[in-house]
């Protein structure tokens, strides 16, 4: 029992100062959290339906529907309606959006550079028994969830 709530005291540190590291790289860059978990959300495709959006970045619509309206006012991203879905709305970066993401990546003390000096710090074996176990506890943490939302349907 005690490692179990050891680990999870664990986990919730490294949360709290994810979530502080997140916020002074969105506030340096004149962004809110919820328009930087956006951006960040994007980074990869560069283009999404915005319900995905708002499942990976678990944002609340209302939420969201702000942040999303704010970057498209800033030319961050744009939005669009999907063609042949009236419901579906597709965003995408921007070449300014995709400059911006690029600069929170490069910049010092940011939340990637910190990482990036977290990373160097451990020898490869440390990283590849970190991911290993997170791995570990995300698929049996999932399989939980599942069973839940079944439970719940």
Known sequence: MLKSIQ???SFWNVQKN??????????ENGLSVPQYSILMA?????????????????LPKSTLSQAVDGLVR?????????????????????EKGDALIKDIYLQEGGIHQVFQSVV????????DELLRGHLQITTFLETEA????????
């Open 42 to 58: 994007m980074k990869l495709d560069k283009e999404m339906i915005q319900k995905n959006v708002g499942e990976v970045t678990f």
């Open 120 to 127: 160097e710090d451990m020898s490869e074996s440390q990283y």
């Open 18 to 27: 994810l979530i502080k590291l997140a916020q002074k790289s969105a506030v």
């Open 146 to 153: 599942q069973e839940i939302g079944e439970c719940m349907k």
């Open 74 to 94: 800033e030319g961050i991203i744009n939005r669009q309606q999907v063609e042949g879905n009236r419901r579906e709305i597709m965003l995408s970066i921007t």
């Open 7 to 9: 680990l999870l005291h």
